[in-house]
């Protein structure tokens, strides 16, 4: 009976991990084409927005007016490399190399360029996905700062606002593409996982750091002009 030495365990795992990168462009691939199909389905109708009962009532900021397909797709592409993406994959990927998880990826530099990428991939697939979603349900994700006062008000707006997206008219509801571009990606991103996290609870606990940090975003987003100005003063 043929034995498996520690040199050939090896082996096979550094060709499957080979593997896992070759799928990230594939999977992006993929992505890309499903969001340009649901983007272009909104030119014959194919796909329409949410019911009216589906609306929340809210204050139109003043600063908002519906996107044109070409500030759609500008808002799509600067988000693909913005701040936000690359500082969410530097501390996913930190926090995983610190926890060791996936514990196949090791450790050092290259493990880590591991967890960045595959957290950056991650990323890439969630904003191709939202893109195609948005533009075919009419639906704007962009944050727009509250008319509210009070610390817990403006929390309350900025988290709400997480799962809330505006459309032409400026009424509010249910993102669901948000929500769907998360959890798309989240499970996607398992195609390239090693075994250990490759399950549907690891699918779901990544859906749920993804949003936390949407949160954490909105939260920044809402107080950072503020800040701004108090700094601006004690110059």
Do not use: C
Not at 108 to 134: E, N, P
């Amino acid at each position: 009976m043929a034995t498996i030495t520690t040199k050939d365990s090896h082996k096979i795992y550094s060709k499957k991990r080979a593997g896992f990168r070759h799928r990230i462009p594939a999977l992006l691939a993929i992505g890309a084409l499903v969001s340009v199909g649901l983007a272009a389905a909104d030119d014959d109708g194919s796909i329409r927005p949410p019911a009216p009962a589906a609306v929340v009532p809210t204050n139109t900021p003043n600063d908002f007016a519906p996107m044109t397909r070409s500030e759609r797709l500008s808002n799509y592409l600067v988000g693909l490399g913005n701040y936000e993406g690359i500082l969410f994959s530097a501390a996913s990927g930190g926090i995983q190399q610190a926890e060791g998880t996936p514990k196949e990826w090791g450790g050092g530099a290259a493990a880590y360029g591991d967890r960045f990428g595959s957290s950056f991939a991650q990323h890439v697939i969630r904003r191709t996905l939202t893109y195609g979603l948005s533009s075919a349900l009419h639906e704007d994700n962009r944050y727009f700062v509250s008319h509210e006062t009070g610390f817990f008000r403006r929390t309350k707006y900025a988290i709400k606002s997480t799962f809330l997206a505006r459309h032409d008219n400026g009424s509010q509801s249910f993102s669901f593409s948000r929500i769907g571009g998360a959890a798309g990606a989240a499970f996607i991103s398992r195609e390239w996982q090693p075994p250990s996290t490759t399950s549907a609870g690891d699918g779901a606990t990544s859906f749920g750091i993804s949003m936390a940090s949407d949160i954490g975003f909105n939260v920044s987003r809402e107080f950072w002009p503020d800040m701004k100005r108090h700094l601006h003063k004690g110059r």
